[in-house]
């Protein structure tokens, strides 16, 4: 798409002026001095989760264990509550979606379901790029079922931090069993062709599931769509429900009779739950997937922040999402590039994410030099510094303010004077 640009100040503060979404800004907790690039790793704090989380509090201390029966049921069924509410930001189905555990414990839920081994067909399918805890998992689900990682676990690499769409379809052989991929890269920001990924894993009678967490919320992804088997997301980053806020799982409709590979009594069919017998009858609907009691209070939040999230829209989202970060790209190339930075993700809309992934051999350094700044970025190795302007809560004219200070912390090596000593969380 053609956006017109400028490069200056006053430039910046009329977008922010013509930006419907420049109210929602003020229902987040914006700190003074402090310019928050890093919503895609923990997002900013709302008054709205805030006010959830409260309530919920007192309903507990009002209530005691009747909290469970108050409102209909709301808290007892909170996990499909928020599931279904979760199900519109990607166009899926309400009872396809649920509420649960980490995005980690989601994936060994999705793949102990699916990953039935034969001697023919019992490969899984990965990139080598994608966010370490996957893999993590993937391994040590080959390994449950007999398997050495290095003979089951399929990767296709990388070329210079891009996955190659047609090289994953080319390496989906009868041997594979199923394929799990990132749909947002969490370094290079780009953006996977799922329709096409699934579409090519179905034919060959594959299954595949996709791992959101850098795109749920960012992108407005059309599950009716694309049709994968299942999917799995944290809820922290871009949709700013908390540090550790409870995980999302989908699973597809036509796979609701199957068994859940990980069973838990809150899995169990609602109206047979407290007969507490001993077989399992697993709740046809993303829900029989629940194993136990989740935590209200890493749930709540969840359900403030919705709120926003439905006032504005998934589309509207995107829009500005996409307008922001290509009007960052634009000062980069126009302001930053003659001091050794540039863009490291792709540059077509329907190709990349919610974040900028800015390179710069002294990325380390110029991140310490930006925090001493009130900046808020992310660093990861070796060269890269992730901004991700959020569309609820990030103006135009900060956007401009970072670009302002790299450029400032270049022209005077700003970051001379730091260590390039790693700390703990980069
Ligand atoms: C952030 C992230 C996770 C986080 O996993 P948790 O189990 O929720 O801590 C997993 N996968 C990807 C791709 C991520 O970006």
Not at 1 to 20: I, N, S, V
Not at 64 to 85: M, P, S, T, V
Not at 91 to 112: C, F, K, L, W, Y
Request: proline share 4%; with cysteine.
């Amino acid at each position: 798409m053609e956006r017109q640009f400028e490069a200056g100040l006053a430039f910046a503060q009329k977008k922010d002026q013509q930006d419907h979404m420049n109210k929602i800004r003020e229902r987040f907790c914006i700190q003074p001095e402090t310019i928050y690039m890093d919503g895609n790793s923990l997002g900013m704090a709302s008054k709205d989760a805030r006010e959830a989380l409260m309530k919920v509090v007192d309903l507990w201390e009002t209530e005691g264990i009747n909290i469970w029966n108050i409102e209909d049921n709301k808290y007892f069924l909170y996990q499909d509550f928020l599931g279904a509410r979760l199900a519109e930001l990607i166009n899926a189905r309400p009872d396809e979606v649920t509420v649960m555990t980490n995005t980690t414990i989601n994936i060994h839920q999705g793949i102990s379901t699916f990953y039935h081994p034969t001697k023919e067909r019992y490969k899984i399918l990965v990139d080598d790029i994608n966010f370490p805890t996957d893999r993590y998992a993937v391994d040590s689900q080959v390994k449950l079922k007999g398997y050495e990682p290095a003979e089951a676990v399929k990767v296709v690499a990388s070329r210079d931090g891009v996955i190659d769409e047609e090289r994953v379809i080319e390496a989906m052989t009868d041997d594979v069993a199923l394929v799990l991929l990132p749909a947002v890269l969490y370094r290079s920001a780009q953006l996977l062709d799922m329709k096409r990924l699934t579409e090519a894993a179905h034919k060959r009678n594959i299954i595949i599931g996709f791992d959101l967490c850098h795109s749920i919320g960012a992108v407005d992804h059309d599950f009716a769509d694309i049709q994968p088997d299942f999917a799995v997301w944290c809820n922290y980053k871009y949709l700013s429900a908390s540090p550790g806020a409870i995980a999302g799982f989908y699973i597809n409709q036509k796979h609701f009779a199957m068994e859940p590979g990980l069973a838990g009594w809150q899995g169990n069919r609602k109206d047979t739950q407290f007969q507490l017998k001993q077989k399992h009858e697993h709740a046809q609907n993303a829900g029989g997937w629940q194993t136990g009691t989740q935590p209200l209070f890493s749930m709540a939040p969840l359900e403030g922040v919705l709120k926003i999230f439905e006032e504005v829209g998934m589309a509207n989202i995107r829009k500005k999402s996409l307008d922001i970060t290509a009007y960052f790209m634009y000062l980069i190339d126009t302001k930053l590039a003659q001091y050794g930075y540039s863009v490291g993700n792709p540059r077509e809309d329907e190709r990349r994410g919610g974040h900028i992934c800015l390179v710069h051999e002294e990325a380390y350094r110029i991140c310490s030099a930006l925090k001493d700044s009130g900046v808020v970025p992310d660093f990861r190795e070796p060269n890269v510094i992730r901004l991700a302007p959020i569309a609820l809560y990030t103006s135009y004219e900060e956007v401009y303010q970072v670009v302002e200070i790299l450029e400032f912390i270049a022209i005077n090596k700003k970051y001379e004077k730091y260590s390039s000593e790693r700390s703990m969380v980069v």
